[in-house]
């Protein structure tokens, strides 16, 4: 069972930047592939980005390239998503989720997640 914990949701003006970060406990977080997720009002949930386990492998969804960046920090169990260049179109509650089967890649599919945080709520003001 992991536990995932999210931070640094907000508002934020259209433009600036906002990292959250998402802190795992309860296995080894190196052996987990980790993404971010979002929903907005209305709308289904989507990817947003995803890590592999060692980090060497990024993928982004077409709306976030070259704005937003994933990372991780293996010693502290933490991953992080930093956004910049913030749009109103992003605002939703943003989920962080980890996949204990495939921490070779960084899945794209909800499927493949087993364990999600309760998603802290960030709003883009324009």
């Known amino acids: 069972q992991v536990q995932l914990v999210e931070s640094g949701g907000g508002l934020v003006q259209a433009g600036g930047p906002l990292r959250l970060s998402c802190l795992a406990s309860?296995?080894?977080?190196?052996?987990?592939?980790m993404g971010w997720f979002r929903q907005a009002p209305g709308k289904e949930r989507e990817v947003v980005a995803a890590?592999?386990?060692?980090?060497?492998?990024?993928y982004y969804a077409d709306s976030v390239k070259d704005r937003f960046t994933i990372a991780r920090d293996n010693a502290k169990s933490t991953v992080y998503l930093q956004m910049n260049s913030l749009k109103p179109e992003d605002t939703a509650v943003y989920y962080c989720?980890?996949?204990?089967?495939?921490?070779?890649?960084?899945?794209?599919?909800?499927?493949?997640?087993?364990?999600w945080g309760q998603g802290p709520q960030v709003t883009v003001s324009s």
């Open positions: 890590i592999s386990g060692s980090g060497g492998s990024t």
């Open positions: 989720a980890a996949d204990r089967l495939h921490r070779y890649t960084a899945p794209y599919r909800e499927a493949s997640y087993d364990y």
């Open positions: 309860g296995r080894t977080f190196v052996n987990y592939a």
